[in-house]
């Protein structure tokens, strides 16, 4: 598993957290938010008409309605991205992060109106008569390129070809693995309840909903997405309320460190600036999904004559996902402190490393040479070696680092007994020998640094069956929206038939991912996300001049239905 995760994060440093994908990203949303002179601003009112219906027409061809497909698509981004994910990002980057997701999301709203418009106005009805749609769709139909010769490159088949295939692995890598991952940690942490149980349990029910396609999805989901969110914001509320002293710095930290780096505090090292931006960027896709190309997925199955009508239904999603819930999530953690705490926990050998000497990051000196080995800077010299462990104590003079902070009070354990004998170490990674654990004392991220953060309220331990339920619905539904994003992956690279199959393999991915290491499923879920995005953003940039024209047919349109409203000109 850990030359797994090695092999995962090379790739993923590459592709997802290459710096090149991150301004491909934020870039590509500039663009169109400067050509379409601020869409995520100027057609914000007038997507939440097109969501009550105000555009619909009699006859209007679509699976779903305007507000099914806004929640289908919510569920499918507001997930563990919300509650794991904003952790995840400021635990590596630290509050910094959180302003670059807010900015992702800014941006994003434009992207998702773009993708979604395109999507839309290419979409096809499958074999079974249900709308199918989708980037693949416009890239198969518009991006072949005619040669000087007079032919034709199938630039756009193959383009859609290589989109098809990545959304059938990212449905994995988005909704099924890292979903049920963050469930089950999450259930663990607050109720004890076995991971397996909990993967056993969920599968069975995620099975019974998908069997019923889209139809049934968005009947799930259109009740889903809204309870969730009550109970949520409810716990996220008590915790600000109730640390009410540190909203001011909170909101101080996101903004003071943009230009410096986030310093420092309490057992986090600190993080550089370029480490909080990418970082804070990446989650922010992970989120809003913006650019990825699955949310046109859902939207395609849209009951709507117009595309740019449900482009603008899109363009709320990164606004309620991330400006709104994110935040709420990441003002939870810096308001209740956790984020620069260590807690004891069980460790992750993938984020675990020992290094010879002792440190103390109490001391000056020695927390610069942490910081700069866990930020990659400068590296500390790894232990190679057999570790001598004595009633669970190691004995050897090592330090070891989880979770990018200085491990505390570790000791190793056997069933419920203190364990004794030697633990193999090649070049920092630890090797224990089956059925020894090892816990300590470090900082923690993802859903349980969240479960924590919300028992810092006047509901006390209570609180973290907040997030437990709150994540459950969210991360469960996202799944079950990631399942339709697949299926229709499917449909178009092998047909119909192919559906089942892949309903059968999504159901045992979800059901394993439940007790598998936490980080080699965020890693392959960065990886996963890149390769869906990059061919999406190529093709909206290509098709730039398409989706001008179609806004400037939409609002020619509804000037003359609704002559006595003054709508934005092109």
Same mark, same amino acid.
């Given at each position: 598993?850990?030359?797994?995760?090695?092999?995962? $994060?090379?790739? *993923?440093?590459?592709?997802?957290?290459?710096?090149?994908?991150?301004?491909?990203?934020?870039?590509?949303?500039?663009?169109?938010?400067?050509?379409?002179?601020?869409?995520?601003?100027?057609?914000?009112?007038?997507?939440?008409?097109?969501?009550?219906?105000?555009?619909?027409?009699?006859? *209007?061809?679509?699976?779903?309605?305007?507000?099914?497909?806004?929640?289908?698509?919510?569920?499918?981004?507001? #997930?563990?991205?919300?509650?794991?994910?904003?952790?995840?990002?400021?635990?590596?980057?630290?509050?910094?992060?959180?302003?670059?997701?807010?900015?992702?999301?800014?941006?994003?709203?434009?992207?998702?109106?773009?993708?979604?418009?395109?999507?839309?106005?290419?979409?096809?009805?499958?074999?079974?008569?249900?709308?199918?749609? #989708?980037?693949?769709?416009?890239?198969?139909?518009?991006?072949?390129?005619?040669?000087?010769?007079?032919?034709?490159?199938?630039?756009?088949?193959?383009?859609?070809?290589?989109?098809?295939?990545?959304? /059938?692995?990212?449905?994995?890598?988005?909704?099924?693995?890292?979903?049920?991952?963050?469930?089950?940690?999450?259930?663990?942490?607050?109720?004890?309840?076995?991971? +397996?149980?909990?993967?056993?349990?969920?599968?069975?029910?995620?099975?019974?909903?998908?069997?019923?396609?889209?139809?049934?999805? @968005?009947?799930?989901?259109?009740?889903?997405?809204?309870?969730?969110?009550?109970?949520?914001?409810?716990?996220?509320?008590? /915790?600000?309320?109730?640390?009410?002293?540190?909203?001011?710095?909170?909101?101080?930290?996101?903004?003071?460190?943009?230009?410096?780096?986030?310093?420092?505090?309490?057992?986090?090292?600190?993080?550089?600036?370029?480490?909080?931006?990418?970082?804070?960027?990446?989650?922010?896709?992970?989120?809003?999904?913006?650019?990825?190309?699955?949310?046109?997925? @859902?939207?395609?199955?849209?009951?709507?004559?117009?595309?740019?009508?449900?482009?603008?239904?899109?363009?709320?999603?990164?606004?309620?996902?991330?400006?709104?819930?994110?935040?709420?999530?990441?003002?939870?953690?810096?308001?209740?402190?956790?984020?620069?705490?260590?807690?004891?926990?069980?460790?992750?050998?993938?984020?675990?490393?020992?290094?010879?000497?002792?440190?103390?990051?109490?001391?000056?000196?020695?927390?610069?040479?942490?910081? @700069?080995?866990?930020?990659?800077?400068?590296?500390?010299?790894?232990?190679?070696?057999?570790?001598?462990?004595?009633?669970?104590?190691?004995? *050897?003079?090592?330090?070891?680092?989880?979770?990018?902070?200085?491990?505390?009070? /570790?000791?190793?354990?056997?069933?419920?007994?203190?364990?004794?004998?030697?633990?193999?170490?090649?070049?920092?990674?630890?090797?224990?020998?089956? #059925?020894?654990?090892?816990?300590?004392?470090?900082?923690?991220?993802?859903?349980?640094?969240?479960?924590?953060?919300?028992?810092?309220?006047?509901?006390?331990?209570?609180?973290?069956?907040?997030?437990?339920?709150?994540?459950?619905?969210?991360?469960?539904?996202?799944?079950?929206?990631?399942?339709?994003?697949?299926?229709?992956?499917?449909?178009?690279?092998?047909? +119909?038939?192919?559906?089942?199959?892949?309903?059968?393999?999504?159901?045992?991915?979800?059901?394993?991912?439940?007790?598998?290491?936490? $980080?080699?499923?965020?890693?392959?879920?960065?990886?996963?996300?890149?390769?869906?995005?990059?061919?999406?953003?190529?093709?909206?940039?290509?098709?730039?001049?398409?989706?001008?024209?179609?806004?400037?047919?939409?609002?020619?349109?509804?000037?003359?239905?609704?002559? *006595?409203?003054?709508?934005?000109?092109?």
């Amino acid at each position: 598993m850990q030359k797994l995760n090695d092999f995962l $994060s090379i790739l *993923d440093s590459y592709i997802g957290g290459g710096q090149w994908f991150v301004f491909l990203l934020l870039g590509t949303g500039l663009f169109f938010t400067i050509y379409l002179v601020f869409p995520q601003i100027r057609f914000f009112k007038y997507a939440i008409k097109m969501v009550k219906g105000k555009f619909d027409r009699e006859g *209007d061809e679509g699976d779903t309605s305007h507000f099914q497909a806004l929640t289908t698509a919510l569920s499918g981004t507001v #997930g563990t991205g919300n509650i794991a994910g904003v952790a995840l990002a400021v635990h590596l980057g630290g509050p910094a992060a959180l302003f670059w997701m807010l900015v992702t999301a800014l941006i994003g709203m434009t992207t998702k109106f773009v993708e979604v418009t395109l999507s839309h106005k290419h979409r096809e009805k499958a074999e079974d008569g249900t709308i199918a749609g #989708g980037p693949m769709y416009y890239m198969k139909k518009r991006l072949n390129i005619k040669l000087p010769s007079g032919k034709w490159l199938n630039f756009g088949k193959w383009m859609a070809i290589i989109f098809a295939v990545a959304t /059938v692995f990212s449905s994995f890598g988005t909704g099924s693995l890292p979903q049920i991952n963050s469930i089950s940690n999450s259930l663990w942490e607050t109720f004890s309840i076995p991971h +397996m149980l909990t993967g056993a349990v969920l599968a069975v029910l995620l099975a019974f909903v998908i069997v019923g396609g889209i139809k049934r999805i @968005a009947k799930v989901t259109q009740t889903l997405v809204p309870v969730m969110a009550i109970i949520y914001f409810l716990g996220a509320f008590l /915790v600000i309320i109730y640390n009410y002293e540190n909203i001011w710095p909170s909101m101080v930290a996101i903004f003071a460190d943009l230009f410096t780096g986030s310093s420092a505090t309490g057992g986090f090292l600190g993080a550089s600036v370029a480490f909080a931006f990418n970082r804070g960027v990446n989650r922010g896709l992970f989120s809003n999904e913006a650019g990825q190309g699955s949310a046109p997925i @859902a939207h395609a199955a849209a009951r709507a004559h117009e595309p740019v009508s449900e482009g603008m239904v899109a363009l709320l999603e990164p606004f309620i996902d991330t400006i709104i819930i994110c935040m709420l999530t990441g003002m939870t953690l810096l308001a209740s402190g956790v984020w620069q705490e260590k807690h004891e926990n069980l460790f992750q050998m993938a984020d675990l490393a020992v290094v010879e000497g002792l440190y103390d990051d109490g001391i000056e000196s020695d927390r610069q040479s942490l910081g @700069a080995h866990v930020n990659g800077k400068k590296s500390l010299p790894l232990f190679t070696g057999n570790l001598k462990v004595t009633e669970g104590q190691i004995t *050897d003079e090592i330090s070891i680092i989880h979770a990018r902070s200085l491990a505390e009070n /570790v000791f190793l354990i056997q069933g419920n007994m203190p364990w004794t004998g030697e633990v193999p170490v090649v070049r920092g990674r630890m090797s224990p020998p089956e #059925g020894v654990r090892v816990f300590g004392e470090s900082l923690i991220h993802s859903a349980p640094l969240t479960t924590i953060a919300f028992s810092r309220s006047w509901l006390g331990e209570y609180g973290k069956y907040i997030v437990s339920i709150g994540l459950l619905l969210f991360a469960f539904s996202t799944a079950i929206s990631w399942s339709y994003y697949g299926e229709r992956a499917m449909i178009y690279l092998f047909g +119909m038939n192919s559906v089942i199959w892949y309903k059968l393999v999504y159901v045992v991915g979800f059901f394993v991912a439940s007790f598998v290491d936490t $980080s080699i499923v965020w890693v392959f879920s960065g990886i996963t996300i890149a390769l869906m995005t990059i061919p999406n953003l190529i093709g909206i940039l290509i098709l730039h001049r398409e989706v001008k024209s179609e806004v400037k047919s939409f609002w020619k349109e509804y000037a003359e239905r609704f002559p *006595d409203e003054k709508a934005p000109k092109y």
